[in-house]
């Protein structure tokens, strides 16, 4: 699942303040600015529903209701959450407890740092963010199972700092299905989906491929469909699926829970003016103390926001993401939380997409046509080339050449925020040009050396 949405989620930038619009005319005009195939959202209280509003259409065509199914993203973190909560009041696990001690077979995993349930949970066990180790499509096992067949991750750190991380809630789900000696979903259902309401929460592999409809991507200057797979090991950090009505069920549940006292156990500090416990974080909003978290998997964007002392939450779902152009998809739910709040709603942001794609196509462009120049050269025939020169000439281009793809191996993914990889299920458009790119570097990096050698034949030498 991945981390951008979640980390602009809390500092959206907003250029122009807006009506404030019903809930129906926000959901409208926020589907057509971000071109957003189907949309629902809900306001809800302790009592249930207090507004709800749908617009567009599912992958298949179908309109959006209130039962259309949705990928939930990171919006499932808070689910897995809750759900060691309970079984701890049960007295199954502790938050002390060493997740070894639970399950042995994330001792490679671990590498041998003494992290504790509780520091799964709060994001502090010093794992990284990694999508191309999470969503796995492939995976139709446990997380106890997958667990057992990981290596300690590149860039991991000891133990103590917030770091936001799904592998964190991989190791969770396992936590899960290690103390209840049974399934994640089993557990889940018992304790969370069932005392909530929410029953019809797709969590086994069979219902996904089943019910849930495609979702979408930009994909340049179109829209892309995402045929999203599933990850069974991921039901703890991503995987989750479910109407706006299961969503709003089960946000009705945890508001309650809140405003009756629920303890979020050493909340911590992010480092982004939030807090972060119980799956959740915590921010000051409108004077208001607010629960939130947002979510994405390729194709789907969810968002919950719980308000304990207005008695009112919300949740929101879209049918479309692109890593690129999370900034905009996140404002929608800050937005929501404004609308519900009295705080102003302001404009979207603009997509980082045409400006990233713009300068990745800028840069390919004159590849080519140096590429281009360089035949032509050739072609004419061209000046003979001494052997020394032309050695180091060569020798140069590749260093040259090495380095730029080097940098673009780098600089590309750190701008989409997503592994090589993984980046054609997160932005599709990015990772044409991407390899573009490379293709254009190798290019001209081909056309020179042989600039050389046929420079080399002319001069005998």
């Known amino acids: 699942m991945s981390v951008a949405a979640i980390l602009v989620g809390g500092s959206v930038a907003s250029a122009q303040v807006t009506d ?27 009592d249930g529903v207090v507004d709800s509003a749908e617009t567009g259409v599912d992958g298949h065509g179908a309109p959006i209701d209130d039962a259309t199914p949705f990928v939930w993203g990171s919006v499932s973190k ?10 701890r009041s049960e007295g199954l696990v502790a938050l002390s407890d060493a997740v070894t001690d639970r399950v042995p077979q994330a001792a490679e995993m671990l590498g041998g740092t003494d992290v504790t349930v509780s520091q799964l949970i709060h994001h502090t066990s010093g794992l990284p963010h990694d999508v191309s180790v999470t969503d796995d499509w492939s995976r ?35 936590v899960v299905e290690s103390v209840t000696h049974g399934s994640y979903a089993d557990a889940l259902r018992r304790t969370v989906l069932e005392p909530a309401g929410a029953t019809d929460v797709v969590v086994d592999a069979a219902s996904f491929i089943d019910t849930v409809p495609p979702g979408s991507a930009p994909f340049f200057w179109t829209t892309r469909t995402v045929d999203v797979g599933i990850d069974s090991a991921g039901w703890g950090y991503g995987y989750l699926a479910g109407s706006v009505g299961d969503l709003g069920r089960y946000a009705t549940w945890r508001l309650d829970r809140l405003r009756s006292g629920e303890p979020v156990d050493d909340a911590v500090e ?6 972060y416990g119980n799956g959740l974080f915590r921010e000051r909003i409108d004077g208001h103390d607010v629960w939130w978290h947002a979510g994405a998997v390729p194709g789907y964007f969810a968002y919950v926001a719980l308000v304990p002392d207005e008695n009112r939450a919300m949740v929101l779902l879209a049918n479309r993401y692109g890593e ?11 937005n929501l939380t404004h609308l519900v709040l009295g705080g102003p709603t302001t404009s979207l942001p603009s997509s980082s997409a045409p400006g990233v794609l713009a300068a990745l196509g800028a840069v390919i462009v004159a590849l080519l046509l140096w590429a281009a120049i360089v035949v032509r050269g050739m072609r004419r025939g061209g000046e003979p080339r001494r052997r020394r020169a032309s050695v180091v000439r060569i020798g ?5 050449a090495a380095a730029v793809v080097i940098a673009s191996i780098t600089a590309v993914p750190s701008v989409v925020v997503v592994a090589p990889d993984a980046m054609w299920r997160w932005a599709p458009d990015a990772t044409v040009m991407f390899w573009a790119l490379l293709g254009s570097v190798v290019a001209v990096a081909a056309v020179v050396v042989l600039r050389e050698v046929a420079g080399q034949r002319r001069s005998g030498r």
């Open 20 to 46: 404030v619009p019903s809930l129906q005319d926000a959901v409208v005009r926020w589907s057509g600015e971000t071109e957003t195939p189907g949309l629902a959202a809900q306001i809800v209280s302790t």
């Open 78 to 87: 808070q689910l897995g959450a809750a759900t060691v909560v309970q079984l």
């Open 140 to 174: 139709r096992g446990s997380a106890t199972d997958t667990v057992a067949t990981l290596q300690r991750p590149d860039g991991a750190s000891l133990p103590g700092e917030y770091r936001y991380s799904s592998l964190n809630y991989l190791l969770l789900q396992a």
């Open 270 to 275: 992010t480092g982004r003016d939030t807090l």
């Open 324 to 334: 690129l152009e999370a900034d905009r998809l996140a404002a929608m739910g800050r």
């Open 396 to 400: 140069l281009t590749i260093v040259v």
